[in-house]
């Protein structure tokens, strides 16, 4: 009876363990799906130049449609053309786990838009600004393009634009 017993624990035991190490497997199967990015159409474009930001800790990589890199391997940016994208794709910074010296992209902080249409935009120096929700591009509403073009007033010169092409 008693040996019975033990083995009717023994069983359920082993059979509450196993669930157990069910949801452990499932949970580490499921973590890195939830937290990879979906990027948008910029993953295909070229690239203008890239920048550090040290106050914030993060890494941009700042891209171009093909209008864009079209017009600045012209050096015809003073206006860009009508149909640019800009898109500056933002990471936090980290050390490489192999080489602490190497600053390089750790997680996604989002990427944000400037799209060129003179006659639309016309109101923010022909700008519209954006930003990308998973693959989507998505317009600022009114309040946060106010911030957005007033931060980049400094540049007016340089039709409102910070980053000087790298790669021309
Ligand atoms: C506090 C100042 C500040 C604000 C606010 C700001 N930017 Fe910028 N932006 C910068 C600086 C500085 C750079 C260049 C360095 C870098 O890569 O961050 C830049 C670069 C960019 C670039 C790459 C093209 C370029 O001008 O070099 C895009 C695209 C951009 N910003 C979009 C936006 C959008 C969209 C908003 C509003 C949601 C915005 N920015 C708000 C300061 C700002």
């Given at each position: 009876m008693k040996k019975m017993r033990n083995l009717k624990l023994r069983f359920s035991l082993t059979v509450m363990l196993l669930a157990l190490s069910a949801t452990a497997v499932a949970e580490t199967k499921t973590a890195p799906a939830a937290a990879k990015p979906s990027h948008g159409e910029y993953k295909d474009w070229r690239l203008l130049s890239v920048s550090h930001r040290t106050e914030k800790e993060t890494l941009r990589a700042i891209l171009g449609n093909d209008t864009a890199i079209e017009a600045a391997r012209k050096d015809?940016?003073?206006?860009?053309?009508?149909g640019t994208v800009l898109a500056k794709v933002v990471w936090k910074e980290r050390a490489h786990?192999?080489?602490?010296q190497a600053i390089v992209p750790g997680e996604f902080a989002g990427a944000e838009a400037m799209i060129k249409d003179s006659k639309k935009y016309a109101a923010t120096g022909g700008w519209g600004f954006a930003h990308w929700d998973g693959s989507k591009l998505v317009m600022h509403e009114e309040a946060k393009v106010k911030e957005c073009f007033a931060c980049h007033m400094p540049m007016k010169d340089n039709d409102y634009v910070y980053t000087f092409s790298a790669l021309q």
């Open positions: 015809q940016t003073k206006p860009w053309p009508d786990p192999n080489w602490p």
